[in-house]
């Protein structure tokens, strides 16, 4: 063992006890390690070894809360020598924050010297063997670097440091850095923010112990550490306070720790730091003792509130009882970590291990595509996605659809613009001698027609590629869904889906581009709405003529247009003839419209749901493998689900032995 060690807890106790009666004075109430031992060890100690091996294994990443003595102070309030003086080391020191990182300080009684050990785990070390206790300081330190540098920064990854030695207490504490509120050199500007969360984020739960450290030389209730603490504990029901640097200022702090007014449900415990003068912590102990006993402003404060040998039993007794009470609750809350994980477990998966289960697999996932994909493109039934607006399949096509129609019609003719009427009484006299004078020319008519066609093409062609793209998109997005675990066979329904739907997407711009030719070419109608708009507009401007409006609104297609009467209808001459040619043109167009508006969505879905329901299902069954080897590899998991399967799997099988030792506990 090393020099701090060379007397121990039970060691200074007994000079403790000499020191008192050799100065005649009322002493210390006596404290004895061996009866302390003895009481707690048969019905705490393993409470307290299944807690920490719940610990270990990582179940608080579950939501169990485990009951933690956590410490907390202001920067320089002398946690560490209270953390010290309890497990009989020391903790590293320094100017700003010394503790970095959480130490996690396990501390834990045996019957002999031989027994002794000091363990330190952190990140990926596991259970790393500190052979000295002189060492310990230095293995901190250099673990406290490796996780959050060799800066002044701070990281909430803690450090777990297990002391086995004779006479220590069986305590399980949380030591966190100390508050500041101004940083340092190398410290990041948020330094108060970083702490606040991380002490906020251990002292949370409702089964963490507070054990606030406060210097006597302050006011209690402007500490930081008390701040934060009663945001949590309002009443202090669990929050016990450990007054430090009693020796420093002693004046006033029996009336301090009496009048409570702060709200410390747990109480108060006032120790003496140990201080360089102080060889040894066992010479710190005595020389605690004979301050209390001795100083005219402390030896009045009770003897159950000073002495770290009362603050042990009081954090002994205390979290014994913590425990007791939480074992129900964290047993349930380990069952519902199982159950939660049992449900991941059974989406994820299972993995293959034959031919047989190869091809069972791969024909429920096609009809699982084959079913997601008519229900989403055939159905429009959006049950299985409900908050996926990507894949409101029909949803979407019916706003391509609309948008569509409603750029056809702006396209045509407007009535109100007297340019296009005088484009068009040009091309009238370009036509002259075609047919009779009192006849409107057939060729003008045609090409009017065909430059209407022409206006309109590439919004035709563009609807087809946006509808396909956002088609294949849907195809894709469901066999990733379906596939996720499955890359090989993901890609290579990809590469079919894309070929299918590039094949349908050329024949349907063909059926576009055949439908534009015969509008370019017949002009043709059956359609009786026809000569009802001619009539309709004619009615309209006469109407119109006949009140002397200057000015009349008119319906023509989606848009409603207004017409300044003596400049957009002319009432005679060759203006006039080249006006009723246009009427007849946006009549015309209209019906152009309205017929494509519909046939060309209409096969546009018609051929998309031809190719994704079923050709491309029958492709995909045909051309998916052709042997045994290549489905093999068509169904090798990816390795993310597979790495899944394993964690998962590692974390039912902990929480199972988890909820086993709990059980037993309760049980016993």
């Not at 031919?355 to 299985?384: H, I, K, P, Y």
């Not at 060759?574 to 007849?584: F, G, S, T």
Request: charged letters at 25%; aromatic letters at 4%.
């Amino acid at each position: 063992m090393s020099k701090q060690s060379e007397l121990t807890m039970n060691d200074s106790i007994n000079n403790m006890l000499v020191v008192s009666s050799v100065s005649n004075v009322n002493p210390i109430e006596s404290y004895d390690p061996e009866a302390l031992r003895n009481s707690f060890h048969s019905e705490i100690r393993p409470i307290l070894d299944v807690l920490d091996k719940l610990r270990t294994q990582g179940i608080t990443e579950e939501n169990v809360n485990i009951p933690t003595i956590v410490v907390v102070g202001d920067q320089s309030s002398g946690k560490s020598s209270v953390l010290e003086s309890l497990a009989g080391i020391t903790l590293p020191r320094g100017q700003g924050i010394a503790t970095r990182v959480p130490l996690i300080l396990r501390l834990q009684s045996c019957l002999s010297e031989q027994d002794s050990k000091i363990l330190m785990e952190y990140e990926n070390v596991k259970e790393m063997r500190i052979n000295s206790e002189d060492d310990i300081e230095a293995a901190i330190n250099a673990a406290t670097d490796d996780l959050a540098g060799s800066n002044k920064n701070i990281r909430n990854t803690p450090i777990s440091l297990h002391i086995r030695k004779p006479d220590a207490p069986d305590l399980t504490m949380v030591d966190l850095p100390g508050i500041t509120r101004v940083p340092v050199h190398g410290q990041p500007e948020n330094i108060y923010e970083q702490v606040r969360d991380m002490i906020m984020h251990y002292i949370k739960p409702e089964e963490s112990i507070i054990l606030n450290v406060l210097p006597a030389e302050v006011d209690f209730s402007t500490c930081e550490s008390i701040r934060l603490s009663q945001t949590v504990d309002k009443k202090g029901v669990r929050t016990l306070a450990v007054v430090t640097k009693v020796d420093k200022a002693p004046e006033g702090l029996f009336e301090k720790v009496t009048s409570d007014a702060v709200s410390i449900g747990l109480g108060y415990v006032c120790v003496r730091n140990r201080t360089p003068a102080d060889d040894s912590i066992a010479v710190a102990r005595c020389r605690e003792l004979e301050l209390f006993n001795d100083h005219p402003d402390l030896r009045n404060i009770d003897r159950s509130m000073v002495g770290i040998p009362t603050l042990a039993r009081r954090l002994v007794k205390i979290q014994s009882d913590m425990v007791r009470g939480c074992l129900p609750r964290i047993r349930d809350q380990i069952h519902e970590a199982l159950q939660k994980r049992r449900q991941e477990m059974s989406n994820v998966p299972r993995s293959i291990d034959s031919v047989n289960e190869a091809v069972a697999v791969f024909l429920r996932l096609q009809n699982e595509m084959l079913n997601m994909l008519t229900q989403v493109v055939r159905d429009g039934d959006f049950s299985l996605v409900p908050d996926d607006c990507t894949l409101h399949y029909t949803a979407r096509l019916h706003e391509e659809f609309t948008k569509f129609a409603e750029d056809l019609g702006k396209s045509g003719l407007r009535l109100s613009q007297p340019s296009q009427t005088d484009e068009i009484r040009q091309m009238f006299s370009e036509h002259q001698g075609v047919a009779l004078p009192d006849f409107l020319p057939h060729t003008v008519l045609h090409q009017l027609v065909k430059k209407q066609i022409d206006s309109i093409t590439q919004t035709c062609i563009f609807l087809v590629d946006r509808v396909f793209k956002y088609a294949a998109e849907v195809v894709l997005h469901v066999q990733s869904l379906i596939f996720e675990a499955y890359p090989h066979l993901r890609d290579r329904h990809h590469k079919l889906a894309i070929q299918v739907l590039n094949e349908t997407k050329t024949t349907t711009v063909e059926f576009v581009e055949r439908m534009l030719a015969k509008e370019r070419t017949v002009i043709f109608t059956t359609n009786a709405s026809y000569l009802d708009t001619i009539a309709k507009i004619n009615s309209a401007v006469e109407k119109a003529r006949r009140s002397n409006q200057a000015y009349i609104e008119l319906d023509v297609g989606p848009i409603r247009e207004g017409l300044i009467l003596n400049e957009a209808v002319p009432a005679t001459g060759w203006h006039r003839e080249a006006w009723e040619m246009k009427v007849r043109i946006a009549a015309y167009s209209k019906i152009m419209h309205e017929r494509l508006a519909d046939e060309i969505p209409l096969e546009i879905r018609y051929a998309l749901q031809r190719t994704i329901v079923n050709r491309l299902q029958e492709l995909t069954m045909m051309q998916a493998f052709s042997s045994p080897e290549e489905l093999g590899t068509l169904m090798q998991q990816d390795s993310k689900i597979i790495g899944r399967r394993v964690r998962l799997q590692q974390r039912i099988d902990t929480l199972e032995k988890s909820l086993m030792l709990v059980s037993g506990m309760i049980a016993a």
